[in-house]
């Protein structure tokens, strides 16, 4: 069955980075988008980015347009998020989600456990 098993949150202070990973297995990786979406008690569950399945088109909500980026692995079977200039509206349980399409625009189903990220000084 699907697995994805995201990995690298952690306590950073304002303005630094973070790298994210969300290893993925029980699925032809290369066929599907990956999403990265994020969870607050605040505002609760947030999309904020897309990647397509060969990873030719990405996506980003605005609020972390210019600092965030997505990528991805297709030989490793691994998603990343690199995260830099963070602020404290970042601070969130992140998942990675399996889109249903190859397609970065699309629906998503399967998330995994979550790695929590805590901006703050």
């Known amino acids: 069955q699907v697995q994805l098993v995201e990995s690298g949150g952690g306590l950073v202070q304002p303005g630094g980075s973070l790298r994210l990973s969300c290893a993925a297995s029980g699925f032809a990786f290369n066929e599907y988008g990956m999403n990265w979406v994020r969870q607050t008690p605040r505002k609760g569950l947030e999309w904020i980015s897309a990647i397509s399945a060969y990873g030719d088109d990405t996506l980003y909500t605005d609020s972390v347009k210019g600092r965030f980026t997505i990528s991805r692995d297709n030989a490793e079977n691994t998603l990343y998020l690199q995260m830099n200039n963070l602020i404290p509206d970042d601070t969130a349980v992140y998942y990675c989600?399996?889109?249903?399409?190859?397609?970065?625009?699309?629906?998503?189903?399967?998330r995994g456990q979550g790695t929590p990220v805590t901006v703050s000084s």
């Open positions: 989600t399996k889109g249903d399409l190859p397609t970065a625009l699309g629906p998503w189903s399967s």
